[in-house]
């Protein structure tokens, strides 16, 4: 009788639980179609746990987690175009509408030689700005692309940046700027390639001059593992909200400020840094700009001029 009476009491017992898997089987592939259907935006709920179900609805969750990132970076992505579309156009049709107008105006046979000449030169200008956006654009689209690859190896970094320095003399004399300069004499070593060194230093520069409201600094520090390359200007029209967009592809701090670059220049410095497993990073100190690189050093402890 004991041995009915507990088989009966296990049977009753199995039976039950099948019943309360079941409904929550049930309840979780409504809960799947309610989603699918969009009619519900939530992550599974159980009524009823058991370890494996628990673990089904665990994975469940991850997936759903995972696609609402996939999804939230597709819509981020695709508003970036948008906009990078957008600012694209903007940019194109300016030098252009520029170059179409000038044009009219030299077919106009009565207009004088002097006239004529200055109408050239402005075209001239704007074609040649229409040259760069599109290269910058170009060469950001193909540092992006994810088979785009660099020449890594050990290059020299002191000599490398003194090169790029001397090149940007008549550029310092004309904005009146005399650069303070602090490097490093040792032989600092990274891994890196150096044309892109190179193109990240320059567009720093560049920009360094184009926005710096009194002196440049430039300044390379290193410690055990990394080397640093700072450099700094003031920029007292720049807010901290500026530094989350400053890399942001044709972003310009000063929208009204036309001819002043494509907006390009920091996003390319980023991209060939990240492609050098490198770091660039921007700070707001006391109204400075300060733009770092760092990258992991192979040589040991430098020190400091």
Not at 22 to 28: F, G, M, P, T
Not at 228 to 238: D, H, M, R, V, Y
Not at 288 to 297: G, Q, T
Request: net charge neutral.
């Amino acid at each position: 009788m004991y041995v009915t009476i507990f088989s009966v009491s296990m049977a009753l017992f199995f039976f039950i639980r099948f019943m309360f898997l079941k409904r929550e089987i049930q309840s979780v592939t409504r809960q799947l179609q309610d989603r699918h259907q969009k009619k519900i935006d939530r992550k599974i709920n159980l009524a009823f746990f058991d370890n494996h179900l628990e673990k089904l609805a665990k994975e469940i969750n991850i997936q759903i987690d995972e696609t609402k990132q996939a999804s939230a970076q597709k819509r981020r992505t695709e508003n970036e175009l948008k906009q990078a579309i957008s600012n694209i156009s903007h940019d194109i049709r300016t030098p252009m509408t520029s170059i179409l107008g000038y044009i009219q105006f030299l077919e106009d046979d009565n207009v004088p030689s002097e006239i004529r000449k200055e109408y050239i030169l402005t075209i001239k200008s704007s074609a040649l700005r229409l040259k760069v956006l599109l290269e910058d654009f170009f060469e950001l689209s193909v540092i992006e692309s994810t088979d785009y690859s660099l020449n890594i190896e050990s290059i020299q970094l002191h000599d490398l940046i003194l090169e790029v320095l001397v090149g940007f003399y008549e550029e310092f004399n004309q904005k009146h700027i005399e650069p303070t300069i602090h490097i490093m004499k040792e032989d600092i070593r990274i891994k890196a390639d150096s044309s892109a060194v190179k193109r990240v230093i320059e567009n720093l520069v560049i920009n360094a001059l184009k926005h710096s409201t009194g002196n440049v600094t430039i300044n390379l520090n290193c410690n055990q593992s990394t080397v640093e390359l700072a450099i700094s200007n003031p920029a007292p029209q720049l807010k901290e909200e500026d530094l989350f967009h400053l890399f942001d592809r044709f972003y310009k701090v000063d929208q009204t400020r036309k001819g002043k670059g494509t907006g390009l220049g920091l996003s390319i410095a980023k991209g060939l840094m990240k492609k050098m497993n490198g770091s660039l990073t921007a700070e707001l100190t006391e109204g400075h700009l300060f733009m770092k690189c760092e990258w992991k050093i192979i040589t040991d402890n430098p020190q400091k001029e």
